[in-house]
């Protein structure tokens, strides 16, 4: 079976068919990951089509990566203007676009300092190398439920102890609840190396924090000489509706972890370092031999140009809000988030729903026990929103 793009203007095929694409996935591919029944072949804005012609509504995004939107007319030609001129020189070499960015993401942020790496765990890694440098010590705090990311490092301080159970030894955090400030202050100690949060958890299945707590954890930190650290992997570049999640309470952290939507869909991920900790690192401390290389850069650049010319931001918070109502009416057990970060906890299982949005045209991920996890492209739009909320009220 061969199937065609139908929507697209220019024909997309799969060469292989869909069938014969799984069973050959099974042989070829070491098994780690449970794929929805799909092969995408492309997309554009909000919506992607498989390789038998059928459009979805895509309100994955790559997990809360494609925040401008599959294929952004931007992004594609400063990869197409970067790709003709130079990929890949490494880190012995200055190139431009890796200060630029630099620079950008200062203005951003707040922080001080960049490095920058491929993936949100490599990320993570260089906060907990970073914390070591910095304090002498390697004990961390996290919160229950949260998820940092699969290398060794990164899955010692995510919750699930299904994930890190085969793995032992570990250097394993302490946790405690989530979005509990008493439980926070009594677990860290003058042997804590670092606090880490992600400001609005994603994988656990969208829970935001008080404002509070988040001030409350800079508290205790600064009392105890404990480093902050924000995994801001999945709610930066306006995921929350703001710029960063951290701007949603007003708290610097000491270490920023960046990474998903950062290239606009290409693989890259950063550690900002604010002014106590940026000069810690010593030359030949860490390193990347792809980090912050000329293409990504470049696409991160374009990526965060789209988002302002687009005002994505603002868009974030307003749609965000607006899906948020328009979900309350489908009353299910709760509905959590900030922007276009939104999690429907329907209090069971959501594997169904997941599947008969898909036979409808509409991608969606479930994560956690009960929730399913919105993070559409924020380029999304109002009529595209009430497609999905609709499927979604239909599949229940
Ligand atoms: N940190 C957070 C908050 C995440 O949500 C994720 C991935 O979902 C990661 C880290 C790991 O990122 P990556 O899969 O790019 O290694």
Redesign the pocket.
């Known amino acids: 079976m061969m199937g065609k793009c139908e929507a697209a203007q220019v024909e997309v095929f799969s060469m292989i068919g869909k069938d014969e694409l799984i069973k050959r996935e099974s042989e070829a591919i070491i098994q780690t990951y449970t794929r929805q029944d799909v092969v995408l072949v492309r997309g554009s804005g909000a919506v992607v089509w498989d390789c038998d012609g059928k459009e979805y509504l895509d309100f994955v995004a790559g997990?809360a990566v494609n925040n401008v939107g599959h294929c952004h007319p931007m992004v594609v030609e400063a990869i197409k203007r970067q790709a003709e001129t130079l990929i890949h020189t490494s880190n012995l070499y200055y190139t431009e676009n890796q200060v630029l960015l630099a620079e950008e993401l200062k203005k951003l942020t707040g922080m001080k300092r960049a490095f920058f790496c491929n993936?949100?765990?490599?990320g993570?890694e260089a906060a907990l190398k970073l914390t070591r440098r910095a304090t002498g010590k390697s004990k961390v705090v996290a919160a229950e439920r949260c998820?940092?990311?699969?290398t060794l490092g990164?899955l010692g301080i995510t919750y699930k102890a299904v994930y890190r159970e085969p793995f032992r030894p570990l250097d394993e955090a302490t946790f405690v609840p989530y979005n509990d400030p008493e439980a926070l202050k009594a677990a860290v100690t003058k042997e804590t190396g670092a606090v880490i949060l992600?400001p609005v958890q994603?994988?656990a299945g969208v829970y935001v924090p008080d404002p509070d707590y988040l001030r409350a954890a800079r508290q205790i930190c600064d009392d105890s000489g404990a480093l902050l650290i924000f995994?801001e992997?999945?709610t930066g570049f306006g995921r929350t509706g703001r710029w960063f999640g951290k701007d949603n309470s007003g708290v610097m952290p000491d270490i920023m972890?960046l990474?998903?939507a950062l290239a606009g869909g290409l693989p890259m991920?950063a550690m900002l370092a604010a002014e106590s900790v940026s000069e810690v690192f010593q030359r030949g401390d860490h390193a990347s031999t792809f980090g912050g290389g000329a293409l990504v850069s470049a696409a991160a650049l374009a990526t965060i140009e789209a988002m302002k010319c687009e005002r994505l931001v603002e868009r974030s918070a307003e749609l965000g809000a607006y899906m948020r109502s328009e979900l309350k009416k489908l009353q299910p057990r709760e509905v959590r988030g900030l922007g276009l970060m939104i999690g429907l906890d329907l209090g069971a299982d959501c594997k169904q729903v997941v599947q008969m949005a898909r036979e409808r045209g509409v991608l969606l991920n479930n994560t956690g026990d009960h929730t399913i996890r919105l993070v559409p492209p924020l380029v999304v739009t109002k009529e595209q929103i009430d497609r999905v909320v609709k499927v979604i009220g239909e599949s229940l």
């Open positions: 997990i993936s949100g765990a490599e993570v998820f940092h990311g699969r990164a992600e994603g994988e995994d992997v999945q972890t990474a998903k991920g």
